[in-house]
Nanobody, 128 residues
Framework: QLQFVESGGGLVQPGGSLRLSCVAS????????VGWFRQAPGKEREGVSC????????NYADSLKGRFTISRDNSKNTVYLQMLSLKPEDTAVYFC?????????????????????WGQGTQVTVSS
């Protein structure tokens, strides 16, 4: 079964940091752009960040630029999301998913409808 497994979430105080991991299971990431998305209670799923197949192109939600950093390590079949200066409004379940863009290696988009192989998500709670 092709899917992602997210981890690294938890409870953190405002201003704290977390690093989320997203490991692909049943397939290799080499030919996929990967996106991180989040969904807070009562809200729609929103795009957080994405990274191209080559890793040289990343996109972020405007409100998150400068605080979040996405990266990938294809040798580990893993994508990361480093989150700094966390705020209570960052509280959500964070998901990753794959977008089959091959052979286009240097773009990514944050349109959730283009993504498949969603993981179960990892809960991030920012609270004092």
């Amino acid at each position: 079964q092709l899917q992602f497994v997210e981890s690294g979430g938890g409870l953190v105080q405002p201003g704290g940091s977390l690093r989320l991991s997203c490991v692909a299971s049943g397939f290799t990431l080499d030919n996929y752009a990967v996106g991180w998305f989040r969904q807070a209670p009562g809200k729609e799923r929103e795009g957080v960040s994405c990274i191209s197949i080559s890793g040289d192109r990343t996109n972020y939600a405007d409100s998150l630029k400068g605080r979040f950093t996405i990266s990938r390590d294809n040798s580990k079949n893993t994508v990361y999301l480093q989150m700094l200066s966390l705020k209570p409004e960052d509280t959500a379940v964070y998901f990753c998913a794959a977008h089959d863009l091959y052979p286009v290696r240097s773009i990514c988009v944050m349109d959730a409808y283009k993504y498949n192989n969603w993981g179960q998500g990892t809960q991030v709670t920012v609270s004092s």
